[in-house]
């Protein structure tokens, strides 16, 4: 009966694995190219010929396609793509953003994970290599900054603000995406990966407003001390030590205009939104030496306490991974907010009202 019951318990355990092939089937597919190569229906054969891939691997890989749909099979031992599961991993309609977030999982997440036990009992962590995983994370980074960005929009309208900084910018896809709505606002991006900010430069040659330079954001001022009416605060604070996080924000009062704000995204931990995903994200950061915890409510609210901001419109843009924006600013320029419904989320926005003229006096 033991035996019986042991058995019993590993099949449950196998089928639980099943989840996992669609993720690793469509990243060995993306990353190969294979599912435009069957994007006819193809004998495995032919594909085998064409590509020089050995034909057992691509057997086998074709396979699990048939089991999680990926892949139909047609008459004569060929297969064919399901452009309805896998259209985003395709030719010209191919979203990078999907691909980014595949190779993200596959290379980075997972790894690490299965790293547990050796990085628990040796006490040594892993170590996130910037230069080699920075560009496919600034690309995941973009796309979950997108859910936020109609609330930035709204806010820039409103306070007519004329300066924007992105501390840790990545590619730069989210002040391209400002700058093409605002192009009297001018807007820097600063990142420490040297190779993503001549990415981003490169990719933001027709917007003359957007400028990019290397830095530590921890360290970074602006030209002259001038000050600025908008950071952003995006999807770092994984990257900063939670010791260092109100050093980093004391450091910004002194570039931020009184009336000005700082834009927070970022994952929470220990919230009731996504609380699986977010937990599973905050191990994979603490297994490294130069990545952190992730922060939760209370530590947010406490360091803008203690630095002096007023932190509000806390809200959850993607539930699912528990990912939060929220503002802060150097003083008291809230009183009054309304409710909007945008992008599927709950947003609190700033009333008009609360942002007058005299508000946007320049001051030093």
């Not at 495995?44 to 691509?58: M, Q």
């Not at 004569?76 to 985003?88: F, G, I, L, V």
């Not at 309304?338 to 007058?356: I, N, P, V």
Request: with cysteine.
């Amino acid at each position: 009966m033991n035996e019986w019951i042991n058995v019993m318990q590993a099949r449950k355990w196998m089928k639980k694995n099943e989840s996992f092939l669609p993720s690793w089937h469509a990243y060995v597919g993306s990353e190969l190219g294979l599912f435009d190569e069957f994007e006819s229906a193809r004998t495995v054969e032919a594909i085998s010929e064409k590509t020089g891939y050995p034909h057992d691997l691509l057997a086998s890989w074709v396979k699990v396609g048939v089991a999680v749909k990926h892949l139909k099979k047609r008459p004569n031992d060929r297969y064919r793509t399901s452009k309805r599961r896998c259209a985003s991993l395709m030719g010209n309609d191919a979203s990078p953003g999907v691909k980014a977030l595949l190779k993200e999982m596959m290379e980075l997440h997972f790894p690490t994970m299965l790293q547990y036990p050796v990085i628990m009992k040796s006490q040594e962590r892993a170590e996130f290599n910037h230069d080699l995983h920075g560009e496919v994370v600034a690309e995941t980074s973009a796309l979950l900054e997108h859910f936020a960005i109609k609330k930035i929009k709204k806010m820039i309208r409103d306070k007519k603000v004329e300066t924007i900084v992105d501390l840790g910018c990545g590619h730069g896809g989210y002040l391209r995406k400002l700058a093409a709505e605002f192009p009297h606002v001018q807007m820097t991006g600063v990142d420490i990966n040297q190779k993503v900010i001549d990415r981003a430069r490169e990719l933001s040659e027709e917007f003359p407003n957007v400028q990019f330079e290397v830095g530590d954001i921890n360290e970074w001022k602006p030209a002259n001390d001038e000050k600025v009416d908008v950071v952003l605060l995006h999807n770092i604070f994984h990257y900063i030590h939670p010791s260092s996080r109100r050093g980093l924000l004391n450091h910004l009062h002194h570039y931020v205009r009184g009336q000005g704000l700082l834009s927070v995204i970022t994952p929470i931990n220990e919230t009731e939104h996504g609380e699986a995903f977010s937990s599973a994200f905050n191990s994979f950061f603490v297994a490294h030496s130069n990545l952190f915890s992730l922060p939760n409510k209370n530590e947010l609210k406490e360091i803008s306490e203690h630095c002096s901001y007023d932190l509000f419109d806390l809200d959850p843009v993607i539930k699912e991974g528990s990912w939060y924006t929220c503002w802060m600013s150097p003083s008291s320029p809230v009183k009054e907010m309304k409710h909007t419904r945008m992008a599927g989320s709950s947003e609190q926005t700033l009333a008009t009202s609360s942002f007058d003229q005299s508000e946007l006096t320049r001051s030093s």
